[in-house]
């Protein structure tokens, strides 16, 4: 019988695997330089916490969810998204803010595949709790970009727009729900029942002819009281500040979840296709207290690790291991003291069949993908001197062993 992985999945195998890890290291070290500590939450939360959080209306929670009962009758979900366990385990474990946290895990979702977009996906996320004003808005998407230049993505755009504090909303949802009632028989079935539920959603919807209405539905951004202008106006300022030139205003941008507040961005590359949304966030002021905490201003974002791996340059990496191809019982006596400075230097390290010919064990090396060979035979061993073959140029060179380590990491960049 032939074994299959379930519909929406992948596997990373290690070539994959190691760039995902870069990705990943990349990520935390960015986060960490300013200011954020990791936090891990569990992959299962209770069902209740995304229907709090994220919003009946949603299509997360209305199609999305993995939703089970467990044996003690408990409403389970694999999680679809961080930010609503982030905030749970802040409250739970007794934290007050200010914080700044990141996190990296998998999500679930059940939709339809979608090119870098799987029912297990994996996002890199952060979190900020106690700050209030534009400039941390403007400071995460900066945070975002140092991220996608370390990891050499620079062909994106970064959308960007305020949906307004809840009495400014409240009155763009009103006359939305005006706008729409005359136009509701053409809309979609799923856009009538967000009408319904939240007629913000309906910007989400991807039809073609309800978003041929909509470009003629009423602007958020007139409705935006004084103190939401003045903070959207605070932000885009602090985005000019930052030299981010990439962004663009997008007055139907709103996210896919009801808890966002104000701020809404969105990162999108047209090299994706269809789906060019790789990542976004936004702020989210009311969370932390309908979830049962105090009052706390909050923003943050999530990027898909999936859709950041297409997006990655395509360079040749040279792998950076050592294969030692010893010759004989004796050569491994002598050279095993290399082997343990290579790997305390961080340098990895493989070992050949002891004994083995030669011609075998390079062969052997070039299935490792090895940047370097180094061999030890009786004649070296007479010689006190290591065989280092370059797997690339096929240069090979004779040394002693303190020589070794300086000589690779110049060769390997260390």
């Known amino acids: 019988m032939k074994y299959t992985r379930p519909k929406g999945t992948k596997d990373f195998l290690p070539k994959e695997a190691k760039t995902a890890s870069f990705v990943e290291e990349k990520f935390k070290e960015q986060c960490r330089v300013f200011g954020f500590q990791e936090i891990r939450t569990p992959v299962l939360e209770n069902r209740e916490l995304f229907l709090r959080s994220t919003g009946e209306g949603t299509d997360i929670v209305r199609k999305e969810m993995y939703t089970f ?8 979900v694999l999680r679809p998204e961080g930010t609503p366990g982030v905030i749970r385990a802040i409250l739970e474990g007794g934290m007050s803010p200010p914080l700044r946290l990141f996190y990296i895990g998998p999500m679930y979702r059940y939709e339809k595949p979608q090119k870098g977009r799987l ?12 700050e209030k004003g534009p400039y941390v808005d403007a400071e995460i998407i ?3 970009a140092k991220f996608f230049s370390a990891i050499g993505i620079n062909d994106y755009q970064i959308k960007v727009n305020s949906l307004g504090c809840q009495k400014c909303a409240a009155l763009f949802k ?11 028989p053409e809309l979609c079935p799923d856009c009538q029942e967000r009408f319904v539920k939240n007629p913000l959603r309906v910007f989400d919807c991807k039809n073609p002819v309800d978003q041929e209405i909509y470009s003629s539905s009423p602007k958020i951004g007139k409705y935006l009281c004084l103190d939401c202008q003045e903070h959207f106006a605070g932000f885009l300022k602090h985005i000019e500040i930052f030299g981010l030139k990439n962004y663009e205003v997008e007055n139907r941008l709103v996210r896919g979840i009801d808890y966002y507040t ?33 009052d706390t201003p909050a923003v943050g974002f999530a990027l ?23 010759l004989s019982e004796n050569a491994i006596l002598w050279g095993k003291e290399i082997i343990e400075d290579l790997r305390g230097n961080k340098i990895p390290v493989i070992v050949g069949e002891v004994g083995e010919k030669l011609k075998t064990q390079l062969k052997r090396a070039n299935s490792y993908n090895a940047r370097f060979t180094i061999i030890i035979g009786e004649a070296e061993l007479k010689s006190e001197v290591l065989a280092v073959k370059d797997m ?17 990491k110049q060769k390997m960049a260390y």
């Open 262 to 294: 104000r701020t809404v961005f969105e990162f999108v590359a047209h090299s994706l296709g269809a789906q060019n949304s790789f990542g976004g966030g936004g702020r989210y002021d009311n969370l932390f207290s309908e979830l049962g905490g105090r």
């Open 119 to 130: 029912r297990e996906h994996h996002q890199l996320g952060v979190e900020v709790l106690g």
């Open 304 to 326: 898909g690790l999936e859709r950041i791996l297409l997006l990655l340059p395509e360079v040749e990496k040279k792998t950076d291991l050592v294969f030692f191809a010893f």
């Open 392 to 408: 690339i140029t096929g240069e090979q060179k004779e040394m002693r062993k303190e020589a070794v380590i300086p000589y690779l």
């Open 174 to 184: 009103n006359d939305l729900r005006e706008f729409l009632s005359s136009r509701l």
């Open 69 to 76: 009962q467990d044996r003690g009758g408990r409403d389970i």
């Open 142 to 144: 900066y945070l975002a």
